[in-house]
């Protein structure tokens, strides 16, 4: 199944529990920016009746496409979707960057025997995708080939969202299934499914092995409650078993873009640093001065989090009665 003449951006907005999650609304607005240059529109797709159609108008889709429903499986997803895409024929296909688009992304873009990027933080009118490699070091530019839709996968905080109450749009309801679903869902497990908000978070306070046990790690939870933030961590802390999966942060964790990220005890390693280097505002605290975690910090403390946190809570909560 291939083409290679095609008008407009689809994308695919990702909902939960019927709201459109802000990484994209994020692709919407950006895609909307990139289709007005060059006199096309923005098709977004939701899944699920309920799903608020008004809010991805909003971002700067002039037609939502409603189909299946919220909770189908990534697979039944990735194959309405290429229905919807051979039917539009658009130019290209775009989702946020979430787990659930990264298993999407690949599997559209298969079908149709086109290119897919993944982790874009920029994109120009004329289809060059910017994306991350060597831990954010290294910038690729990258062109696709002829077969479309390009696909690509948006990295969360890398586009703004803006939403204009007076944009309007139009909703269709479609009928599309999948066909065969060869994955099933065996077994549910709590911590996978616990609601860990750390994508839309504007503040994270992320503890590492550092934190020396499961005592010291409520630290870094009472920081983050007095501070109206989120609790992030490395795998080590989880593995520990100081805190849940669901807040681990890096390659294998949420990749995160709050305005303020608060590193305590974390060494700064690849891994961990790929997730979180979009953060605004990196402030790192480590007993090891040499602590590659300062390479990528705005503000660095040199010293003991089990002395620091104690006194940057007792601050903050003197801050906030005043
Ligand atoms: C395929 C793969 C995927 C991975 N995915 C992830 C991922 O998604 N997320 C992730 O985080 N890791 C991931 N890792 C693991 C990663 O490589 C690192 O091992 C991990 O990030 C290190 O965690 P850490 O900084 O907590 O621990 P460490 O590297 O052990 O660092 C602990 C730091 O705490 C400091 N410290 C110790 N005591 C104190 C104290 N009292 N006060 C202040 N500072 C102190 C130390 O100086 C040290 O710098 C992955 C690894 C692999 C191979």
């Known amino acids: 199944m291939k083409y290679t003449d095609g008008k407009n951006i689809m994308v695919y907005a990702q909902s939960a529990d019927g709201a459109p999650v802000g990484a994209a609304l994020e692709t919407v607005s950006k895609a909307a920016e990139l289709a007005k240059a060059n006199g096309e529109e923005v098709i977004a797709v939701v899944f699920g009746k309920d799903t608020d159609t008004k809010t991805v108008i909003t971002a700067g889709a002039s037609k939502v496409l409603v189909a299946g429903e919220e909770g189908l499986q990534a697979e039944e997803k990735a194959q309405i979707l290429v229905k919807l895409a051979e039917k539009y024929q658009p130019k290209a296909v775009y989702m946020a960057g979430t787990p659930?688009?990264?298993m999407i992304a690949p599997a559209v873009s298969a079908?149709?025997?086109s290119?897919?990027?993944t982790d874009v933080t920029g994109i120009t009118a004329?289809?060059?995708?910017?994306s991350l490699s060597y831990n954010g070091n290294v910038l690729n530019d990258m062109k696709m080939g002829e077969n479309l839709p390009h696909v690509a996968t948006v990295r969360s905080g890398s586009f703004a969202k803006k939403l204009d109450e007076s944009r309007t749009g139009?909703?269709?309801?479609?009928d599309a299934s999948a066909d065969t679903v060869r994955t099933k869902v065996v077994e549910t497990v709590k911590e996978i499914a616990e609601t860990v908000n750390l994508e839309e978070a504007q503040i994270i306070v992320s503890g590492g092995r550092g934190m020396g046990n499961k005592e010291n790690f409520a630290l870094v939870e009472e920081l983050a409650e007095v501070m109206g933030g989120v609790v992030g961590a490395t795998?080590?802390?989880i593995e520990e078993g100081w805190v849940s999966r669901a807040h681990q942060v890096g390659q294998s964790g949420k990749i995160v873009a709050p305005k303020l990220?608060?590193?305590?005890?974390?060494s700064g390693a690849t891994q961990h640093v790929s997730g979180m280097i979009g953060s605004g505002y990196i402030v790192a605290i480590n007993k090891d001065e040499d602590a590659s975690i300062f390479d990528v910090a705005d503000a660095g403390i040199v010293g003991d989090v089990t002395k620091i946190l104690p006194v940057m809570i007792e601050e903050m909560k003197k801050r906030?009665?005043?």
């Open 100 to 102: 659930e688009g990264k």
């Open 111 to 113: 079908v149709f025997e």
């Open 115 to 117: 290119g897919c990027v």
């Open 170 to 174: 139009e909703v269709i309801a479609e």
């Open 235 to 237: 795998r080590p802390a």
């Open 261 to 266: 990220y608060i590193a305590c005890g974390i």
């Open 126 to 130: 004329d289809g060059v995708y910017t």
């Open 320 to 322: 906030k009665a005043e």
